[in-house]
């Protein structure tokens, strides 16, 4: 059971952004007062997770609606996932994860940013969502499905914290660390995504 914890931690670790989360933060809140960052990563953490949860408890039901099956879903989360994990690997920015220039520049404009972009797109994103319907909808217990929201539970925490810790995390680690995090977890995630391809195919039956 505990790998289940590991694969739903190392996804959303991934999807989530937490790896360059910081910098980000950062550079949107440079002329804030620390209260006022602190406010903003608390609220955008608390709208993001009740988002993400939101659809890890409705998933089941939201593909229903749309007639979607669970072999369909794991591989199209697959594909999504491993073209965040190109871009992860790359070091390129196509909004799976991260903000669009033009979400980067409407967000210089507004003085919170805690719902927007702070809880959707870069907490929520596409990609965390797609995550997190894939990994409870395909849960095989109960026991699954709550180590799943754990996971998602403790990433959105570390996720918190590294909000409050943007400043010094950035001056730590620079460019280069950031770069070499976000490639790791990058080679890490495009396995995951290869192995959910793998499993959709194989469950939808299209190899007899």
Request: proline share 2%; hydrophobic share 60%; no cysteine.
């Amino acid at each position: 059971m505990s790998s289940t914890y590991i694969v739903a931690i190392a996804t959303f670790f991934a999807t989530v952004g937490v790896a360059d989360i910081a910098f980000i933060f950062a550079a949107l809140t440079k002329d804030n007062t620390a209260r006022e960052r602190f406010t903003f990563a608390t609220r955008g953490v608390l709208i993001a997770t009740a988002i993400l949860l939101f659809f890890a408890l409705l998933g089941n039901q939201i593909l229903d609606v749309f007639g979607i099956t669970i072999p369909a879903l794991r591989t199209a989360g697959g594909i999504l996932l491993m073209l965040i994990a190109i871009d992860m690997v790359f070091a390129r920015h196509s909004g799976g994860t991260s903000t669009t220039k033009q979400e980067n520049v409407e967000s210089q404009e507004r003085n919170d940013i805690s719902v927007f972009p702070l809880a959707m797109p870069l907490l929520s994103g596409p990609g965390a969502i797609s995550a997190v319907i894939l990994l409870t909808t395909g849960a095989k217990s109960d026991t699954e499905f709550w180590l799943v929201l754990a996971a998602l539970v403790s990433i959105m925490f570390i996720a918190w914290i590294t909000l409050l810790l943007a400043m010094p995390i950035q001056r730590l680690l620079g460019l280069t660390g950031l770069s070499v995090v976000s490639r790791v977890v990058g080679i890490l995630l495009a396995a995951l995504a290869v192995q959910f391809i793998f499993d959709g195919i194989k469950a939808s039956g299209l190899l007899g």
